[in-house]
């Protein structure tokens, strides 16, 4: 079990270790069904137990991890069905917040999603997929909380954090990602243009299609 302790000033050790084992399980270091050894995360991150406890519960609240009746951590699987459920959701709500975030552009909002996908581009050039992950979902969190619509955005993030692992895909599918990054280009473009319904669709298109490929390769571990 991998964990990789960021050097990121947290306000909490608490913070600092569900934000590890959160990125861990949802960029696929950590693999679903495999258990989470609290004395072993401890040591690895140079913490008492105590606060390893309370950043599992809080990942179990979530449904990345399952408690079992022996207190054990395993990390959670989500069937076929429930990720579909959960995308077909997705889809709706964050097209949706595309395309309020479009109608309220302003010359910082474009900058910021320029500069992330300047630094997309450095991680397809060098085949971080890792990283390439990381800046996907700021990329989205980006737009989804310019929308103007604070409980559309509390809505989205509280089911994206179900599906997030899904960004792993990066890591075994290079075409995907280069795909992917291309959908970027155009959802920016778009937005520049003010084309609302166009940047929401490609956002309903690339949320499906980073589905398809997760689960063509989930399936057939």
Same mark, same amino acid.
């Given at each position: 079990?991998?964990?990789?302790?960021?050097?990121?000033?947290? $306000?909490?050790?608490?913070?600092?270790?569900?934000?590890?084992?959160?990125?861990?399980i949802v960029?696929?270091?950590?693999?679903t069904g495999?258990?989470?050894?609290?004395?072993?995360?401890?040591?690895?991150?140079?913490?008492?137990?105590?606060?390893?406890?309370?950043?599992?519960?809080?990942?179990?609240?979530?449904?990345?991890?399952?408690?079992?009746?022996?207190?054990?951590?395993?990390?959670?699987? /989500?069937?076929?069905?429930?990720?579909?459920?959960?995308?077909?959701? $997705?889809?709706?709500?964050?097209?949706?917040?595309?395309?309020?975030?479009?109608?309220?552009?302003?010359?910082?909002?474009?900058?910021?999603?320029?500069?992330?996908?300047?630094?997309?581009?450095?991680?397809?050039?060098?085949?971080?997929?890792?990283?390439?992950?990381?800046?996907?979902?700021?990329?989205?969190?980006?737009?989804?909380?310019?929308?103007?619509?604070?409980?559309?955005?509390? /809505?989205?993030?509280?089911?994206?954090?179900?599906?997030?692992?899904?960004?792993?895909?990066?890591?075994?599918?290079?075409?995907?990602?280069?795909?992917?990054?291309?959908?970027?280009?155009?959802?920016?473009?778009?937005?520049?243009?003010?084309?609302?319904?166009?940047?929401?669709?490609?956002?309903?298109?690339?949320? $499906?299609?980073?589905?398809?490929?997760?689960?063509?390769?989930? /399936?057939?571990?």
């Open positions: 079990m991998p964990i990789i302790n960021t050097q990121i000033n947290w $306000r909490t050790k608490t913070e600092m270790i569900y934000s590890t084992l959160r990125e861990a960029s696929g270091d950590i693999k495999e258990k989470i050894v609290l004395s072993k995360v401890a040591s690895d991150l140079g913490v008492s137990p105590s606060p390893v406890r309370e950043a599992i519960k809080q990942l179990a609240a979530e449904g990345l991890i399952d408690l079992t009746a022996h207190t054990e951590a395993v990390v959670s699987r /989500l069937s076929e069905k429930d990720f579909r459920e959960f995308t077909d959701i $997705r889809v709706i709500l964050e097209s949706e917040a595309t395309k309020c975030a479009t109608k309220l552009v302003t010359p910082e909002f474009i900058a910021k999603l320029e500069d992330i996908l300047a630094k997309m581009q450095e991680c397809v050039d060098q085949e971080d997929s890792k990283r390439y992950g990381v800046l996907n979902r700021e990329f989205h969190e980006t737009i989804y909380e310019s929308c103007g619509n604070e409980q559309l955005t509390k /809505l989205i993030d509280s089911i994206t954090v179900r599906t997030d692992r899904a960004r792993a895909v990066f890591s075994y599918d290079y075409s995907r990602l280069m795909e992917s990054f291309q959908e970027h280009r155009d959802i920016v473009e778009a937005i520049k243009a003010g084309q609302a319904e166009k940047a929401g669709d490609i956002v309903a298109t690339q949320t $499906r299609a980073g589905l398809e490929s997760y689960l063509k390769h989930s /399936l057939n571990q």
